[in-house]
């Protein structure tokens, strides 16, 4: 008999390393002098998408094609101490470091701008600088960063940024122990065959707090792999060890999800911005994958009343809780 059942899943999640422990970023920009742009950072985009996030937040600075950024990263001969990239932090952190790097390079070339435009309301915008009050004293970012060159003004600019929070009350436990949050809730519909104890996910539905979505179909994607992280985790991943051996040395034995094992997802970015992330953005790594395991044991304890304890919830695993319940005897 195949049993549908629903549940629900929510977490909230400290942004970096958090608990007085170091977590600091730094990032450099360089504008040469023919307009082309080369930004530094320690961080690895190891498929998360933070070389293009990062790129894009010094194209919105300085009013470039973020396409046409050159991005140097994870070098310790040429870039500059970024921080681990992990723990939700690369955006959050490194952004930062990014965005202050890009606004201090603004800022030079804004005083070779006002000069030469004889304005001072500036706006860096479509490759190069006008005013807002009269359009027509425009320069090309090209052009400028030439004259910018040919004045001396510093073309390089290097920007750190730190985050480190003080450890909670060691007496009391209490305290603020990160300088931002996410939260996510995720809903699972599964599909549970008492005969063989096979779950099947239905659907996936997520709510994730990304403070602000700097690249949307990024943190889609982010989202998404989250869920098949957290479906992993809670149906097939599982390492065995017998006698002190590993029985489950490579990946044709730990079950990892594939395309063809994910269910359908309904992804919804939720946007409370922080004053404390570039743009108000958080992280969204681990908080798309906390919720799902949770959201699935509950749909599968919903669908047939058996609280799941232990997990990856095999069918082997599922169907012995099914026998121990209806008192069968198991086999082997």
């Known amino acids: 008999m195949k049993k549908k059942g629903v549940g629900v899943g929510s977490m909230f999640y400290g942004m970096g390393y958090g608990f007085s422990r170091q977590d600091i970023s730094s990032a450099?920009?360089?504008?040469?002098?023919?307009?082309?742009?080369?930004?530094?950072?320690?961080?690895?985009?190891?498929?998360?998408?933070?070389?293009?996030?990062?790129?894009?937040?010094?194209?919105?600075?300085?009013?470039?094609?973020?396409?046409?950024?050159?991005?140097?990263?994870?070098d310790t001969l040429s870039t500059p101490n970024?921080?681990?990239?992990?723990?939700?932090?690369?955006?959050?952190?490194?952004?930062?470091?990014?965005?202050?790097?890009?606004?201090?390079?603004?800022?030079?070339?804004?005083?070779?701008?006002?000069?030469?435009?004889?304005?001072?309301?500036?706006?860096?915008?479509?490759?190069?600088?006008?005013?807002?009050?009269?359009?027509?004293?425009?320069?090309?970012?090209?052009?400028?960063?030439?004259?910018?060159?040919?004045?001396?003004?510093?073309?390089?600019?290097?920007?750190?940024?730190?985050?480190?929070?003080?450890?909670?009350?060691?007496?009391?436990?209490?305290?603020?122990?990160?300088?931002?949050?996410?939260?996510?809730?995720?809903?699972?519909?599964?599909?549970?065959?008492?005969?063989?104890?096979q779950v099947e996910i239905l659907r996936m539905v997520t709510a994730t707090d990304a403070g602000k979505a700097i690249n949307?179909?990024?943190?889609?994607?982010q989202i998404e792999g989250g869920v098949s992280m957290g479906v992993g985790y809670a149906l097939s991943e599982e390492i065995i060890q017998e006698g002190g051996y590993l029985k489950t040395p490579a990946l044709g034995d730990y079950m990892l999800p594939t395309s063809l094992d994910m269910p359908p997802i309904e992804t919804h970015i939720v946007e409370v911005p922080v004053s404390s992330g570039p743009y108000g953005a958080k992280g969204v790594g681990e908080p798309a994958s906390i919720p799902t395991a949770p959201a699935i044991l509950n749909a599968i304890s919903d669908a047939i009343g058996i609280r799941v304890t232990q997990i990856p919830a095999t069918p082997e695993n599922i169907l012995r809780l099914i026998w121990e319940r209806e008192g069968k005897n198991i086999p082997g």
């Open 216 to 221: 949307p179909l990024n943190v889609e994607g």
């Open 28 to 74: 450099t920009i360089e504008v040469c002098e023919d307009g082309s742009v080369i930004v530094r950072s320690g961080e690895v985009d190891f498929g998360q998408g933070s070389d293009t996030i990062l790129c894009q937040i010094a194209s919105e600075e300085l009013g470039i094609l973020y396409d046409t950024i050159q991005m140097l990263t994870a």
């Open 82 to 197: 970024a921080g681990p990239t992990s723990a939700s932090r690369v955006t959050y952190v490194c952004g930062m470091a990014m965005l202050k790097a890009a606004r201090a390079m603004r800022g030079n070339l804004s005083s070779v701008a006002e000069q030469i435009l004889g304005q001072t309301d500036l706006l860096f915008g479509d490759e190069k600088v006008y005013s807002l009050s009269h359009p027509d004293k425009v320069i090309s970012f090209k052009a400028l960063a030439k004259a910018a060159h040919l004045k001396g003004v510093p073309m390089v600019e290097t920007a750190w940024h730190d985050i480190t929070t003080q450890d909670v009350d060691p007496e009391t436990a209490q305290g603020d122990a990160y300088s931002a949050y996410a939260y996510a809730t995720q809903i699972a519909e599964v599909e549970v065959d008492t005969e063989t104890g």
